[in-house]
Structures are given as C-alpha cells and as structure tokens.
C-alpha cells in the first residue's frame, strides 16, 4: 500500500488532479471486492471453513490429495468466479487445513500452497471470458465470441494444468514424512465448534450468490454492495471491521497511478513507439509494472490487435506480485499469518511464476 500511495502521489506532480481523477477508479471491481471480504470474513467467523476444511480431510487419504484439491479449486473455480473471488475463498481455507497438519508438515506446506492456488487462479481465470476482468473488457471490445476466447486461450490453460500437477507431485516428494497416520495427526487439530448460526449461514450464502451474479454482470454492484452494508450494520457489524481496507487502499493508488501514466504524453508517444507488432511481449512487460488489468486499459488505446493483447495481459499475470492484483490478495493473507513470512513467500511466488511464464512464452512463439 506505502509503495503503490508513493507511486500515485508523484504521478500528481505530472498530471495535477481534476474531474478525470475520478474516471481512473474502477468502482465495481471496489465494491465487489468490498462485499466478497465482507462475506468471507463473515463465513469464516460462522466457522464454515473449519468444516469444510475437516470434511475435505476426512475425504482424502493423504495430504498429497488436499493439496490437489485445493489448488484445482482455484484453477477451475476462477474461470466462472473470477480468479479475486476464488482466492478470497479458498486461500482461507488453506491455511486452516495447513494449520491441522503435523507441525513440520504444515510448515513445508504453508507457502508453497498459497503460491500454488494463486498461479492456479490468475492462469485458471484466462480460460474464459468472465474469469477476469481485462478477458472481459478485451473480448468484448474485439468483438469476438466466447467460443472464440475459450478456443484462444485452451493450450495455454491447458498446459498450466500439466505444469501445476507436475508441481504438486515434485513438492509432495520433497515433502517431510511424518510418524503414524498423518491423516489421523490432521484431524486430531480440530475442536470442536458450536453448532452453526443458521440464519448467519444462510444469509451470507445468498449474499455470496448475489455477488456472483454480480461477477457475471447480470445485475449491478450497487446491489450487493447495499445488501451487504445493510446486512452487516443490522445483524453482524463487528466484521465489518475485519476487512482489510489496506488492500482497497492499494487498489485506489494503483489505478490513480495507472491512470496518470496514460496522461503524460510521453510515455504515450513511447507507447505508440514500441507496440506495432510487438503487442503480446509488450502487455507481458506492461503488466509487471502496472498489473495486467491496467494494462489492458491503457494498452488497448494504442493497437486493434486485441487477440495480442489478451493473450499477453494472461501472461502477464504471472511474474512480479503486482503483476496480477489477484496476487496481492494471497500475499495479504500471508503477511496476516506471519509478517516474517512475507520475504520467504515473495521468494517463492516470485521464481515459481518466472518458471510458469518461461513456459507460457515458449507455447506462444511455438504457436505463432
């Protein structure tokens, strides 16, 4: 949040505030992402994850195939939940099953998997047109069909796929053996909960659908943002508190900053300079610095190759923790475990996503 407020402030000295400030700011995706917090962090005090998290154990005989589950969660969830959504959902999550292992096997486990769910959400959400927002925006201004994005993007997603279950494998190997069954040590960390407030459940529940027919555009943001307001000012107001406002922050900064940038004549002429047929590696490197999403705003004022683009902002997502705002989501989550933790994730997130775009990039010349 420092970084991206540092960023915004000084791009005012270039482009001096006024009425177009407020055009930058994407208000639903501030809104929704608002409500989605709200909503999980209201499930999470209801306990739902601390169930979900011991049914999912009980179903699986070893570790190995929680692991799986919850990064192919991620992976195909964000498609139709947007890869923000599925990371607010199930990151959680990971890290109360993580805490159920053995010690030295949660320890091992803890970074890697909320790197994995969050390479498996930003390159699961590619695959269509609803998975994230610059997918969206793009396939709409390009006219295409989604049949014609799906069919764009399907080796690439498709590969990821490949990739991440040859990960999981590898790290399952590396990973520490414990003595006894380790299922029964996983499960013995549970307590026992009280009974679930039903009308908390439900209520939630339906917010939580509402939101995702937000995220398919079908009716406004206004809608849950007002529900979920009310909702929590009338029955649960001391969640609202929990959410993490410092992220909205960031969010705020990032696009103000973003939206300077596209102001300064500059760096306009350096855009029109460099893009001519060179629009994929452009979003890619673009996107490291600015987030895919902003990149594909600014980016798609300068050439009519949308195809180019969308395949270089997916891309893009992967690389620097910014490169994907989606990621920043998972890395809040990890500096709230552990702020110590927070280098040794950056490490790990950082390499694992160089690994997966060198991989993305080989496909795409191969396919060009």
Same mark, same amino acid.
């Given at each position: 949040m420092s970084i991206? @407020?540092?960023l915004a402030l000084l791009s005012m000295f270039w482009v001096r505030p006024d009425k177009a400030y407020f055009t930058y700011i994407d208000f639903r995706t501030l809104g929704l992402l608002f409500c989605l917090m709200a909503i999980v962090t209201g499930l999470k005090a209801v306990g739902v994850f601390d169930i979900l998290a011991k049914k999912l154990l009980m179903g699986t005989s070893e570790t190995v195939g929680v692991i799986r589950l919850l990064v192919l969660l991620c992976f195909f969830l964000s498609m139709v939940i947007t890869n923000d959504v599925a990371l607010i959902t199930f990151v959680p999550l990971a890290l109360i099953i993580v805490h159920k292992l053995p010690k030295e096997l949660g320890n091992y486990w803890l970074l890697k998997? @909320?790197?994995?769910?969050t390479i498996a959400a930003n390159l699961g959400s590619m695959l269509t047109p609803i998975g994230n927002p610059q997918n969206l925006y793009l396939y709409a201004r390009a006219g295409m069909s989604a049949a014609e994005l799906i069919t764009l993007m399907l080796p690439y997603s498709a590969t990821a796929l490949i990739l991440l279950l040859i990960w999981i494998q590898v790290a399952a190997a590396k990973a520490p053996h414990v003595c006894g069954s380790e299922k029964d040590k996983t499960l013995l960390g549970f307590s026992d909960r009280k009974e679930l407030n039903m009308e908390y459940l439900a209520a939630y529940l339906i917010l939580f659908t509402i939101c995702l027919l937000t995220v398919a555009r079908i009716i406004p943001y206004q809608i849950p943002l007002v529900l979920v307001l009310i909702y929590m000012l009338l029955r649960n107001r001391e969640n609202i508190s929990r959410v993490d406002y410092s992220l909205l922050a960031t969010f705020i900064a990032l696009f103000i900053f973003i939206g300077n940038l596209g102001r300064i004549p500059q760096f306009s002429s350096?855009?029109?300079?460099i893009m001519a047929g060179r629009e994929t590696l452009t979003a890619v490197l673009a996107s490291q610095i600015m987030s895919n999403v902003p990149a594909a705003l600014l980016l798609s004022g300068f050439t009519d190759n949308y195809?180019?683009?969308? @395949?270089g902002t997916n891309i893009g997502g992967l690389g620097t923790l910014i490169a994907s705002m989606a990621s920043l989501i998972s890395f809040k989550y990890i500096a709230k475990e552990n702020r110590n933790l927070r280098g040794k994730y950056l490490g790990i997130f950082t390499a694992s996503n160089i690994i997966f775009m060198i991989f993305m990039l080989i496909l795409y010349f191969f396919l060009r």
């Amino acid at each position: 949040m420092s970084i991206a @407020v540092i960023l915004a402030l000084l791009s005012m000295f270039w482009v001096r505030p006024d009425k177009a400030y407020f055009t930058y700011i994407d208000f639903r995706t501030l809104g929704l992402l608002f409500c989605l917090m709200a909503i999980v962090t209201g499930l999470k005090a209801v306990g739902v994850f601390d169930i979900l998290a011991k049914k999912l154990l009980m179903g699986t005989s070893e570790t190995v195939g929680v692991i799986r589950l919850l990064v192919l969660l991620c992976f195909f969830l964000s498609m139709v939940i947007t890869n923000d959504v599925a990371l607010i959902t199930f990151v959680p999550l990971a890290l109360i099953i993580v805490h159920k292992l053995p010690k030295e096997l949660g320890n091992y486990w803890l970074l890697k998997i @909320v790197a994995m769910q969050t390479i498996a959400a930003n390159l699961g959400s590619m695959l269509t047109p609803i998975g994230n927002p610059q997918n969206l925006y793009l396939y709409a201004r390009a006219g295409m069909s989604a049949a014609e994005l799906i069919t764009l993007m399907l080796p690439y997603s498709a590969t990821a796929l490949i990739l991440l279950l040859i990960w999981i494998q590898v790290a399952a190997a590396k990973a520490p053996h414990v003595c006894g069954s380790e299922k029964d040590k996983t499960l013995l960390g549970f307590s026992d909960r009280k009974e679930l407030n039903m009308e908390y459940l439900a209520a939630y529940l339906i917010l939580f659908t509402i939101c995702l027919l937000t995220v398919a555009r079908i009716i406004p943001y206004q809608i849950p943002l007002v529900l979920v307001l009310i909702y929590m000012l009338l029955r649960n107001r001391e969640n609202i508190s929990r959410v993490d406002y410092s992220l909205l922050a960031t969010f705020i900064a990032l696009f103000i900053f973003i939206g300077n940038l596209g102001r300064i004549p500059q760096f306009s002429s350096f855009l029109e300079r460099i893009m001519a047929g060179r629009e994929t590696l452009t979003a890619v490197l673009a996107s490291q610095i600015m987030s895919n999403v902003p990149a594909a705003l600014l980016l798609s004022g300068f050439t009519d190759n949308y195809r180019a683009l969308i @395949v270089g902002t997916n891309i893009g997502g992967l690389g620097t923790l910014i490169a994907s705002m989606a990621s920043l989501i998972s890395f809040k989550y990890i500096a709230k475990e552990n702020r110590n933790l927070r280098g040794k994730y950056l490490g790990i997130f950082t390499a694992s996503n160089i690994i997966f775009m060198i991989f993305m990039l080989i496909l795409y010349f191969f396919l060009r």
